[in-house]
């Protein structure tokens, strides 16, 4: 299926991936070309199959739900861009 | 020979005998790096902190109670997160991001003994197949046969570089869809991806969830079993950790293979493979068959659609783990203009920090997973990957006990030559490994010779769920009948 500049722009918008108007065609083209690669799965039967959701056939282990970490405020917000009186900064959000 | 250019096994007895301290052979590594810079193999240098490991090392070491990897010198793939080290998955967007965590497997290596060089190159995210992707620049393959400078391969191409340049004894690795196998066929040296769920993936920065794991990338087999050993075993960290006994792999190097049946998937023998590819293939089934396994034609009918499955669930899931680098938490945040709110946040700080590919994959991912197209693409994918999976399980039931396949569809290929290919060209490197990935299993690549341009091949054994083991075994005499010990002209 070939994207047009149309989906390409609702991707990248979907993405939070910034793309100029100029370099949407390109993007457009390269989605087009991998999707296309993709479109061999339609030749498979897959009638009856159950889609894989874990690789390994094991139970996800459980452990008690109880707090096993914490009091490490300093170290969370070490690598933030903008971190102030420990919180994480962003610009401001008006909805 | 100087001590940089040892294997694990090797340094391990003389660090045990005392015929060289661990501070003396870390030395020798860190000059080796200085002198390699050209190769672009190692993007942060440690060497402070190697040398205080070494100190412990040697003490540990003196103490007698050492165990085997205490001492040894290694480089580590840049997207493991390394306490206090830069650790940013060769992207912009992790710039300036310093852990304040350490991944179970460095943690592991640590614990052991082992001392950290550096980082190492890569693809950036590990999303490629050349090392060419990376922010830090091209890493270089050692192997050189004309004016061109060569991939490494990728992702994991600094690793493969440095271990085939002897800047460490070993590197650490990942692979999602070939990214140890592939660099290390590349370079000449072994690069084993363990079963699915055998390492931790706790601090390695998230690609493909469901088919990353980590690996060892060595000079020998008996060195990759040795730091297998190290790496593997349960993580409660890592909730898909298997929890079952790691067996002792450096013990199943027996070299006896007699009666076991190795399978040659015919769908491997593809189209317009070179014949040096496929003359390489028969050699190595005959060095199996002389060393008494029984060699059996086998399908597995679905391989072809391996690699359209994984190029929509890699993207996928990387399109969900990426949304994490959002410029609040860690790494790049864009500088912006008057008036931009939250979403222009985003969009700017990721559209500076990923690179192309990156940018392309998680685009192609989050295509697939959106609301009309979850059904066409991405639930397809994963319906087919059981298929997959599933030929591999009645290969195994019908009583083959490993599979013989290339390791890849060419040798190294010179770094620029694919820039401007249609992105689809490059992931083919993948045909013959993604297979793996997507049924969980172990898979090695072994260097096993030369091609007429004098640049090395490898073949690729693939084994039952949880049996590295028996895997490595057949690994070891592939590798002690092939007889491969080239080595790159050094012109760095």
Redesign the interface.
Same mark, same amino acid.
């Given at each position: 299926m070939a994207?047009d500049i149309d989906?390409?722009r609702k991707?990248?918008k979907?993405? @939070?991936? @910034?793309?100029e108007e100029a370099d949407l065609p390109r993007?457009a083209g390269?989605?087009s070309?991998?999707?296309g690669?993709?479109? /061999?799965?339609?030749? $498979?039967d897959?009638t009856g $199959?159950?889609?894989?959701?874990?690789?390994?056939p094991?139970r996800?282990?459980r @452990?008690a739900d109880v707090v096993t970490d914490g009091n490490?405020q300093a /170290?969370?917000l070490?690598?933030?861009?903008?971190a102030r009186e420990g919180f994480?900064a962003?610009?401001?959000?008006?909805e | 020979m100087s001590a940089n250019q040892w294997t694990i096994a090797a340094a391990r007895d003389a660090l045990r005998k005392g015929e060289i301290s661990a501070v003396d052979l870390t030395m020798s590594c860190l000059t080796a790096i200085d002198a390699g810079d050209a190769l672009n193999a190692f993007v942060h240098k440690t060497p402070e902190i190697a040398l205080e490991q070494a100190r412990a090392a040697d003490a540990r070491l003196a103490s007698g109670a050492a165990p085997a990897m205490c001492g040894i010198p290694l480089g580590i793939k840049d997207l493991f997160c390394t306490r206090g080290v830069p650790s940013q998955a060769a992207s912009n967007i992790l710039q300036?991001? &310093?852990? #304040?965590y350490e991944s179970t497997v460095t943690a592991k290596l640590f614990e052991a003994g082992a001392v950290m060089l550096g980082k190492l190159n890569m693809d950036e995210f590990a999303m490629g197949s050349s090392n060419e992707t990376s922010a830090y620049g091209n890493a270089v393959n050692p192997w050189k046969v004309d004016d061109r400078m060569l991939t490494p391969g990728g992702s994991s191409g600094g690793s493969a570089s440095a271990v085939a340049a002897d800047l460490c004894l070993a590197a650490t690795g990942t692979d999602t869809g070939g990214s140890i196998r592939q660099p290390a066929a590349f370079t000449g040296i072994v690069g084993i991806k363990p079963?699915? *769920?055998r390492v931790s993936r706790w601090g390695i920065v998230a690609f493909a969830s469901?088919l990353d794991q980590a690996g060892p990338m060595t000079k020998t087999v008996r060195d990759a079993a040795i730091m297998l050993q190290a790496m593997a075993g349960h993580d409660?960290k890592d909730?898909?950790s298997?929890?079952i006994p790691v067996p002792d792999f450096e013990a199943a190097l027996t070299d006896d293979i007699r009666g076991r049946v190795i399978g040659i998937p015919r769908e491997y023998r593809m189209d317009g493979m070179p014949a040096e590819i496929e003359a390489l293939w028969s050699r190595g089934i005959e060095m199996l068959r002389d060393a008494g396994a029984e060699v059996r034609d086998i399908s597995l009918p679905?391989t072809?659609?391996a +690699?359209?499955?994984y190029? !929509?669930i890699a993207p996928a899931e990387a399109?969900s783990n990426l949304?994490r680098y959002? *410029? !609040? &938490?860690?790494?790049? &945040?864009a500088k912006?203009a008057a008036g931009? *709110?939250?979403? #222009?946040?985003? #969009? =700017?700080t990721?559209?500076e920090g990923?690179g192309p590919e990156v940018?392309?994959r998680?685009?192609?991912g989050?295509? !697939?997973l959106?609301a009309g197209f979850y059904d066409a693409?991405y639930?397809?994918?994963?319906?087919? &990957?059981? +298929?997959i =999976?599933r030929d591999f399980d009645l290969a195994f039931e019908a009583g083959v006990d490993a599979i013989l396949t290339p390791a890849t569809p060419s040798a190294a290929f010179g770094l620029g030559e694919m820039a401007d290919a249609?992105? !689809?060209q490059m992931?083919l490197n993948d045909v013959f490994t993604v297979t793996v990935n +997507?049924?969980?299993l172990p898979g090695i690549a072994v260097p096993v010779g030369l091609d007429a341009q004098g640049l090395p091949l490898g073949l690729q054994l693939i084994g039952r769920?949880w049996d590295e083991a028996q895997l490595l075994n057949y690994a070891h005499v592939l590798e002690s009948r092939a007889g491969f010990v080239a080595k790159a002209d050094k012109w760095w």
């Open positions: 994207i989906t390409a991707v990248a979907l993405a @939070r991936i @910034r793309v993007l390269q989605l070309g991998i999707l690669f993709m479109e /061999q799965l339609n030749e $498979v897959v $199959v159950e889609p894989m959701t874990s690789v390994t094991m996800l282990k @452990r490490i /170290q969370v070490k690598n933030a861009p903008d994480f962003v610009p401001k959000v008006v | 300036g991001f &310093r852990p #304040e079963t699915y *769920g469901s409660p909730s898909t298997a929890d679905h072809k659609y +690699l359209p499955a190029y !929509v399109s949304a959002d *410029g !609040v &938490r860690y790494g790049h &945040r912006l931009d *709110g939250i979403t #222009e946040m985003y #969009e =700017k990721r559209a990923f940018q392309r998680i685009m192609v989050t295509y !697939v959106s693409y639930n397809r994918a994963r319906k087919v &990957r059981s +298929l =999976k249609d992105p !689809v992931y +997507l049924a969980g769920p």
